[in-house]
């Protein structure tokens, strides 16, 4: 079964979903693109070790202090969504890619569109950046949790907006 906490940011709140066997599972922020259902997030609880962990990391990275998470996460989803999902975790704080950027170091340069379908589907936002990733031309497109999040995301890692 699934439970949840909800934690607040500089982002608005964070819904943090935890899987049956205690591992991060999900993180969303309010009025989120393909944010689930809120019956499937369990019920609420506390005081979970992971909860804990991530709730820690967010912190120091929200103060600057964190440029990369080390978390155990749970990431549900078809073999080549988790594939797009560790692909971004391998993009440096900081730095962006772009979705044929992406697509190439998986080892489909052809396949933007699909990265970008996956990218959109991230179930633990923020954590596993997808915010680093851009249109080829360098603008900001499709990021859940709207562009201005995605801009100050951005913005934030470097440097220029720092909380």
Same mark, same amino acid.
Request: overall charge negative; proline content about 7%.
């Given at each position: ?5 909800v934690?607040?940011?500089? $982002?608005? /709140?964070?819904?943090? #979903? ?7 599972? &999900?993180? $969303?922020?309010?009025e989120?693109? =393909? ?7 369990? /019920? /609420? ?30 990431? $549900? &989803?078809?073999?080549f969504?988790?594939? #797009? ?6 993009i440096?704080y ?9 697509a190439?170091?998986?080892?489909n340069p052809?396949?933007?569109?699909? #990265?970008g ?5 991230n179930? #633990?936002g923020?954590?596993? /950046?997808? =915010? ?13 949790g &709207? ?5 100050r ?11």
């Amino acid at each position: 079964m699934r439970r949840h906490t909800v934690t607040d940011s500089p $982002y608005g /709140p964070l819904t943090l #979903v935890a899987d049956a066997d205690g591992a991060l599972c &999900g993180l $969303y922020m309010a009025e989120q693109r =393909h944010r689930p259902p809120e019956e499937s997030f369990g /019920p /609420p609880e506390d005081g979970l070790r992971c909860f804990a962990e991530a709730e820690e990391q967010l912190s120091a990275y929200f103060a600057g202090e964190l440029t990369e998470f080390t978390l155990e996460l749970a990431l $549900y &989803g078809t073999p080549f969504q988790r594939l #797009v999902w560790d692909g971004l975790t391998r993009i440096p704080y900081g730095e962006t890619r772009t979705y044929g950027e992406l697509a190439g170091a998986l080892g489909n340069p052809a396949a933007s569109r699909a #990265v970008g379908l996956a990218n959109g589907r991230n179930p #633990v936002g923020i954590i596993v /950046p997808c =915010h680093r990733v851009i249109g080829s031309d360098g603008s900001l497109t499709g990021y859940g949790g &709207g562009l201005p999040r995605k801009r100050r995301l951005l913005d934030f890692e470097r440097g220029s907006a720092l909380f």
